[in-house]
């Protein structure tokens, strides 16, 4: 029977790391700048696709930038995407990058 998947934030390597199954299924990279979290790169490796791990994972990497007082600038574009998607993060969003998430039309 598989575990149930833990992210963890290896500050260490700056990113938010998704295990499963005792290996890193995914990772979601940030830079910290000023009072920013940076998200320029999100990746769930093959073998790991198709089982929502990566919105887990961007989850609660937004939940972290919102418990540490962060601002959220998403350079990458799943990152953006999901925060389209749910709306309850968009207020974490940077003002100088709100173009990214804003729904077109």
Known sequence: ????????DNAAASRYEILL????????????????????HTEIRDEFEGRGLGSMLVGRALDGARAAGLRVVP?????A?????????????????????DAPG
């Open 81 to 101: 995407w999901y925060i389209q998607k749910h709306p309850e993060y968009r207020d974490l969003v940077d003002d100088g990058y709100r173009d990214l998430v």
């Open 21 to 40: 199954d005792g290996a890193v299924a995914g990772f979601a990279q940030y830079r910290l700048r000023g009072g920013s979290m940076v998200f320029p």
């Open 75 to 79: 350079l990458c574009s799943f990152v």
């Open 1 to 8: 029977m598989s575990e149930a998947p833990r992210v963890i």
